[in-house]
């Protein structure tokens, strides 16, 4: 038997966490912990997750409606009850708004794979959900098409949400992501991003399967490792198309910059010598 005050008092370190780094302003953000097959912890609405106290904490039913807590539970747990319905192997949830992959989810720009070693084995693909009003149980419904494969996902025009076999393991993740965005934002700023190989990929892939992680690629040898999204099929409005990565090696989008530059030139030379 799990001690629950220990565990509020995991879900209060977490939230300072997520707090102090920036993921969540004001009353932004919420966590959870499974707590059994009835009940599950959750973060309360309206209370800044940088200064929660273990009394704070409050408990839910798998069907949102509130068993305890002196607070009024948050308003988007649906999302985290969504989470472990469908994954018995997750024991803990973190959904905030880590500001440089909430950029990603705000430009609709994919979250692109094959550019660092360990994004690739603790996250794999990371897709992006469609947005829908925050709270219920549409918006709830986002995440479905993709929670079975991956442990991060992308709420477009909104945040992120991780999940976990452990509360810690869980904001890791989110931890993971947002710290990929910020490189991906800077090393664009500096040139271009470059890709691994399809070889180099692979090779990743065997070390991630020799860790004990799993990845839908494993199922999908014959996939274009690091291109199309191996979640396509779970898109209903059109796959998010990347519009800021550009092209390195053969598999990405013509780099629009280099184009432009080039017609550019030919225009002002056509007019020099005219
Ligand atoms: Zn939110």
């Given at each position: 038997m799990q001690n629950e005050?220990k565990l509020?008092?995991?879900?209060?370190?977490?939230?300072?966490?997520?707090?102090?780094?920036?993921?969540?302003?004001?009353?932004?953000?919420?966590?959870?912990?499974?707590l059994?097959?009835?009940?599950?912890?959750?973060?309360?609405?309206?209370?800044?997750?940088?200064?929660?106290?273990?009394?704070?904490?409050?408990?839910?039913?798998?069907?949102?409606?509130?068993?305890?807590?002196?607070?009024?539970?948050?308003?988007?747990?649906?999302?985290?009850?969504?989470?472990?319905?469908?994954?018995?192997?997750?024991?803990?949830?973190?959904?905030?708004?880590?500001?440089?992959?909430?950029?990603?989810?705000?430009?609709?720009?994919?979250?692109?794979?094959?550019?660092?070693?360990?994004?690739?084995?603790?996250?794999?693909?990371?897709?992006?959900?469609?947005?829908?009003?925050?709270?219920?149980?549409?918006?709830?419904?986002?995440?479905?098409?993709?929670?079975?494969?991956?442990?991060?996902?992308?709420?477009?025009?909104?945040?992120?949400?991780?999940?976990?076999?452990?509360?810690?393991?869980?904001?890791?993740?989110?931890?993971?992501?947002?710290?990929?965005?910020?490189?991906?934002?800077?090393?664009?700023?500096?040139?271009?991003?470059?890709?691994?190989?399809?070889?180099?990929?692979?090779?990743?892939?065997?070390?991630?399967?020799?860790?004990?992680?799993?990845?839908?690629?494993?199922?999908?040898?014959?996939?274009?490792?690091?291109?199309?999204?191996?979640?396509?099929?779970?898109?209903?409005?059109?796959?998010?198309?990347?519009?800021?990565?550009?092209?390195?090696?053969?598999?990405?989008?013509?780099?629009?910059?280099?184009?432009?530059?080039?017609?550019?030139?030919?225009?002002?030379?056509?007019?020099?010598?005219?």
């Open positions: 005050y509020k008092e995991l879900i209060c370190e977490i939230g300072r966490r997520v707090y102090n780094k920036g993921f969540a302003a004001a009353n932004d953000g919420n966590i959870t912990i499974r059994n097959d009835r009940e599950v912890l959750c973060t309360p609405t309206m209370v800044s997750k940088g200064y929660m106290k273990p009394e704070d904490v409050c408990k839910v039913d798998y069907e949102g409606k509130q068993l305890a807590g002196t607070k009024r539970r948050t308003s988007e747990v649906l999302l985290h009850l969504a989470v472990y319905k469908a994954r018995p192997d997750v024991h803990g949830v973190v959904h905030c708004h880590p500001p440089h992959a909430t950029a990603f989810a705000v430009a609709r720009e994919p979250i692109p794979k094959c550019v660092l070693p360990e994004v690739e084995v603790f996250l794999g693909e990371v897709p992006m959900a469609r947005y829908e009003t925050p709270g219920g149980q549409k918006f709830a419904e986002t995440v479905l098409p993709y929670v079975k494969d991956c442990n991060t996902i992308i709420l477009a025009n909104h945040g992120t949400v991780s999940w976990g076999p452990n509360l810690e393991n869980a904001y890791f993740n989110t931890e993971i992501i947002d710290a990929y965005c910020r490189i991906l934002i800077l090393s664009r700023q500096l040139g271009q991003v470059n890709y691994f190989s399809q070889d180099q990929t692979r090779e990743l892939l065997d070390l991630k399967k020799k860790l004990g992680y799993d990845d839908p690629r494993f199922k999908n040898e014959d996939c274009d490792l690091c291109g199309n999204s191996v979640f396509n099929r779970g898109y209903s409005e059109g796959v998010p198309q990347p519009k800021a990565k550009p092209s390195t090696n053969g598999h990405a989008t013509p780099d629009l910059e280099t184009l432009v530059k080039t017609i550019t030139d030919q225009v002002m030379a056509s007019l020099a010598n005219g």
